[in-house]
């Protein structure tokens, strides 16, 4: 395979490309760590994971929503790693450090994005409420540390 079509190699990416590539890597690490950690915390399997998801806009009733909700789910899932992966970008286009140090300030960038979705976005959301678990907290800041943050700034840093 040549370095113009593989993602992963070294070579130079365009602002749009970061944002694809980073905001792909993102969304799948980031749903098989829901997928995982929901499965061994509350017993979810994937379709209800992803059905957690959509509740955020359709509320409860998206747990009886099937498929359909949770494809929603999956959709609202990608569109919030793409738009979290343009954040970062779009940063580190105008912040030096955040392209030289991809590593610290990817796991910082991913932390906050865990902290501002748990307590910001989905308090203003529809999904139901639940109770506060240190497990799932912990899991949530080292997760989307290394599988958000991460990931993202690894592709930003290569921004020609």
Do not use: K
């Given at each position: 395979?040549?370095?113009?079509?593989?993602?992963l190699?070294?070579?130079?990416?365009?602002?749009?490309?970061?944002?694809?590539?980073?905001?792909?890597?993102?969304?799948?690490?980031?749903?098989?760590?829901?997928v995982?950690?929901?499965?061994?915390?509350?017993?979810?399997?994937?379709?209800?994971?992803?059905?957690?998801?959509?509740?955020?806009?359709?509320?409860?009733?998206?747990?009886?929503?099937?498929?359909?909700?949770?494809?929603?789910?999956?959709?609202?899932?990608?569109?919030?790693?793409?738009v979290?992966?343009?954040?970062?970008?779009?940063a580190?286009?105008?912040?030096?450090?955040?392209?030289?140090?991809?590593?610290?300030?990817?796991?910082?960038?991913?932390?906050?994005?865990?902290?501002?979705?748990?307590y910001?976005?989905?308090?203003?959301?529809?999904?139901?409420?639940?109770?506060?678990?240190?497990?799932?907290?912990?899991?949530?800041?080292?997760?989307?540390?290394?599988?958000?943050?991460?990931?993202?700034?690894?592709?930003?840093?290569?921004?020609?």
């Open positions: 395979m040549s370095t113009a079509t593989f993602p190699s070294l070579r130079s990416l365009s602002a749009r490309q970061a944002i694809l590539w980073g905001g792909l890597a993102c969304g799948v690490l980031d749903a098989a760590d829901g995982v950690a929901y499965g061994l915390h509350a017993g979810l399997n994937p379709i209800q994971v992803l059905q957690f998801i959509a509740s955020g806009f359709l509320g409860p009733s998206a747990f009886e929503g099937g498929i359909a909700a949770a494809a929603l789910g999956a959709t609202l899932h990608f569109l919030i790693a793409f979290v992966a343009a954040i970062y970008v779009a580190s286009s105008r912040i030096a450090a955040l392209r030289s140090e991809p590593a610290t300030f990817g796991l910082l960038f991913g932390a906050a994005v865990y902290l501002v979705m748990t910001a976005v989905l308090p203003l959301s529809a999904v139901p409420p639940s109770l506060f678990s240190f497990p799932m907290f912990l899991n949530g800041i080292i997760s989307h540390a290394l599988f958000v943050g991460l990931p993202i700034a690894m592709y930003a840093r290569r921004i020609a």
